[in-house]
């Protein structure tokens, strides 16, 4: 190896054990705040969703698509409805879930940690009904009123789905006993059957106008939709129920459904988050969410959803970021990983930065002080001899033999060229011992 090489690697050694105390001391409080701060994320979440054909259903799967993006698996978990996924929620057999509004105790809920990541959309309250069979019930012009349903077998739907506690409430305002309704609890698929094949005369579902049973519905001959006349009255008492207009021909501009607007009555349904869910995840659920809700519908306007002011639990900083805030401009050209990891530990990485900047002094004078003591070291030894020359019992002979031993490990010490003169001077020391020790006469 060239001996200019050498020094050069050399010196760089020198350099890395120097600042060897202040990189491990670095890299130790570094690994102590990403354990603490713990920001990666698991690489998989559980999304509570609702039951097959379901909107929750649909929207869980492009969830599940937009999160596969960022190399994050989605488990979708099949429920009954709103009412389920809370409990599992609560429970922590999910990270995230649709919850509609009113399922639950917002104040409970936000006790135990829940956390909403945004409303979403409009879940509205679809009844629909056999025309033939209202107008046998005595109802020529169709069901206007709750009362109306009196009499009629009625499928209100799963207690997971929180649909029958709702409809229980609405029926207690108007003072109905529920044993004048032949009440059922079939899931939305076989009811919706069941309501076809002339087995149920009316059916109540909570979805969003993207279920593949209202979608069926809305179009199945003898099948209407119940307009509810008295949605305004129904909003002043329920605070967690909003009044949507489905207009006239959104459903089928073509064949005009519905032929006129139809007052409904809608929850709100947002994005639930459990305390244990990690910040990063609930973050792409969010940001996920603007992508997915932010067109406008048949009971919104784009950009209306999703939004902050209609969600009952409080909302989580990475859910009102995601909506009224801007992302960090790194995230347009960082991957998720990266960006996610420079944004939870920029504090301490600048901090690291502050700390550095003194203990860099250190590093210098470490440097110097290695260099300089291979050199020195060798000092301690050319003393001893010269001051045995000068002592009686002294052998001459062997003096001259230590010092030759002496000046040879010194001749293969290697040091950088800047320290170079300390080398030669220690050198010009033993040559002055050398020629004090000639001039002494031998024993």
Known sequence: MPKSLRLILLSIRDLAVSAGPVIVLVLGLLALAYWWLDPQPPRRVTLATGPAGSAYAGFGERYARALRANGIEVVLKPTEGSF??????????????????????????????????????????????????????????????????????????????????VIDQLLAANRIDANTL?????????????????????????????SRQVQQLLRAPGIALMNFAQSEAYVRRFGFLSEVTLPRGV??????????????????????SSEHTHPALRQLFA??????????????????????????????????????????????YLPFWASNLFERMWLVLGGLVVLMLPLSRVVPPLYQFRVRSRVFRWYARLRDIEQRIGTADADPAQLLQELEELDAKVHSVTVPLSYADELYALIGNIQSVRQRLAQRPAR
């Open 251 to 272: 459903v089928d501009l073509a064949a005009d459904l519905p032929p006129h607007d139809v007052a409904l009555l809608a929850a709100t349904t947002s994005l639930l």
């Open 182 to 210: 032949t009440l059922s609890d079939l899931e939305q698929k076989a009811a919706a059957e069941a309501l076809q094949a002339g087995m149920l005369d009316a059916v109540v579902l909570a979805s969003a106008p993207q």
């Open 287 to 332: 940001q996920s969410a603007q992508s997915l809700h932010s067109d406008g519908g048949w009971f919104n306007r784009a950009r209306d959803f999703p939004n902050t002011r209609t969600s009952e639990l409080p909302v989580s900083a990475e859910g009102d970021r995601a909506i009224n805030g801007t992302p960090p401009f790194w995230q347009r």
């Open 84 to 165: 389920e996924n809370l409990q599992l929620l609560r429970s922590g057999g999910a990270d995230v879930g649709f919850v509609r509004g009113g399922s639950g105790d917002p104040v409970a809920d936000e006790e135990v940690g829940l956390t909403s990541l945004g409303a979403l959309f409009y879940e509205p309250f679809w009844i629909f009904y056999r025309v033939d069979a209202v107008r046998k019930a005595g109802h020529k012009n169709g069901l206007g009123t709750l009362s109306d349903l009196k009499g009629l077998r009625v499928n209100v739907g799963k207690a997971g789905s929180g649909v029958p506690d």
